[in-house]
């Protein structure tokens, strides 16, 4: 079955790195995606990555995929307080990709 | 703008209430997706569209929750005799037809049930 899993909370200086980790279960994913999300407000596509990569960077944000290990990770560079939200893994199955499976969400919060 | 909108981004009720929600895509976007999303936790797939045809239910969508898309274009959801636990945010997202990888989402409306 497809199951997606991220950590809760996240807390990070401003001008750190953040990384937000994410694992999923259904091998057959073919897109995985990073949405963030602020308060009272719709999912922003921050990013994706088709499953036949590796690694996807994006200025401050660089996403990592072990296809493996079923582990995405999202990193954010030099990040500021206005990073701090929650943030969304998902993933798309199949070529002709439908509907997304979502995480809980990690709640970034930036300490200036 | 022409993203995803939709009506009303919020919607207050009492229960035993019906409600419907309507959706705008991005144009040219033949396919609409429904999703929940309740506090604490990710959005939920309800259902999706490829132009009018409703292609997926998500055993969530129980029998008092009726989606239509009828010209392809605007979706709307309607909830029959809402229960407190229909509170959540519902998110509408469209994208592209094959080749499309990236669902583009809209605000939501938030559902408060009395």
């Known amino acids: 079955g497809e199951d997606v899993e991220q950590s809760l909370f996240l807390s990070v200086r401003e001008g750190d790195s953040s990384v937000i980790n994410c694992t999923y279960t259904d091998s057959s994913s073919t897109y995985l995606y990073w949405y963030k999300q602020e308060p009272g407000a719709g999912l922003q596509l921050l990013t994706y990555?088709?499953?036949?990569?590796d690694m996807k960077q994006d200025q401050r944000l660089t996403v990592l995929l072990n296809k493996k290990d079923k582990h995405l990770s999202l990193r954010i560079a030099d990040t500021q307080t206005g990073d701090s939200a929650i943030y969304f893994c998902a993933e798309s199955i199949g070529t002709n990709a439908g509907k997304s499976t979502f995480g809980d969400g990690t709640t970034l919060t930036v300490k200036p | 703008d022409t993203g995803v909108s939709q009506d009303p981004r919020h919607k207050i009720t009492k229960r035993g209430q019906n409600v419907t929600f309507r959706c705008d895509p991005i144009?040219?976007?033949?396919?609409l997706y429904w999703y929940r999303q309740t506090l604490g936790q990710g959005p939920e797939f309800l259902t999706y569209f490829q132009n009018e045809a409703q292609l997926e239910k998500s055993r969530l969508l129980s029998d008092r929750f009726s989606a239509e898309r009828p010209k392809g274009s605007f979706s709307t959801l309607e909830i029959q005799r809402t229960e407190q636990g229909d509170s959540a945010m519902y998110l509408c997202a469209s994208r592209p037809g094959t080749g499309g990888e990236t669902q583009y989402f809209g605000p939501g409306t938030r559902l408060l049930v009395l």
């Open positions: 144009s040219e976007h033949n396919r």
């Open positions: 990555i088709f499953s036949n990569m």
